[in-house]
Nanobody
Framework: QVQLVESGGGLVQAGGSLRLSCAAS????????MGWYRQAPGKQRELVAS???????DYAESVKGRFTISRDNAKNTVNLQMNSLKPEDTAVYYC??????????????WGQGTQVTVSS
């Protein structure tokens, strides 16, 4: 089994910062792509940022220049530093990991989600 533990969500005022973390544990041979998604009420889940095993990153246009995704391969952890937060960033944030397990198969694993609320 693979378990994902998310942390770092909370309530902040506009302009503030939060740092999300997602740590994977369990039957993991390697981790390919790591990403963060978010879902606001009444909206579809959308990609916020992703980072490849080689360190290449992609960001949603709405968060470029404000969010930074990073990974710590030794700890099987992906982080999302969120600065200059806006009310429209309010959503449940989910980490998503593409994990290669010991059976040789790659699986997609989702975290349980962490609430980020930005007040004006």
């Amino acid at each position: 089994q693979v378990q994902l533990v998310e942390s770092g969500g909370g309530l902040v005022q506009a302009g503030g910062s939060l740092r999300l973390s997602c740590a994977a544990s369990g039957s993991i041979a390697s981790i390919n792509t790591m990403g963060w998604y978010r879902q606001a009420p009444g909206k579809q889940r959308e990609l916020v940022a992703s980072i490849s095993s080689g360190g290449s990153t992609d960001y949603a246009e709405s968060v470029k220049g404000r969010f930074t995704i990073s990974r710590d391969n030794a700890k099987n952890t992906v982080n999302l530093q969120m600065n200059s937060l806006k009310p429209e960033d309010t959503a449940v944030y989910y980490c998503r990991l593409r994990v290669r397990q010991y059976d040789g198969i790659q699986y997609i694993h989702w975290g349980q989600g962490t609430q980020v609320t930005v007040s004006s």
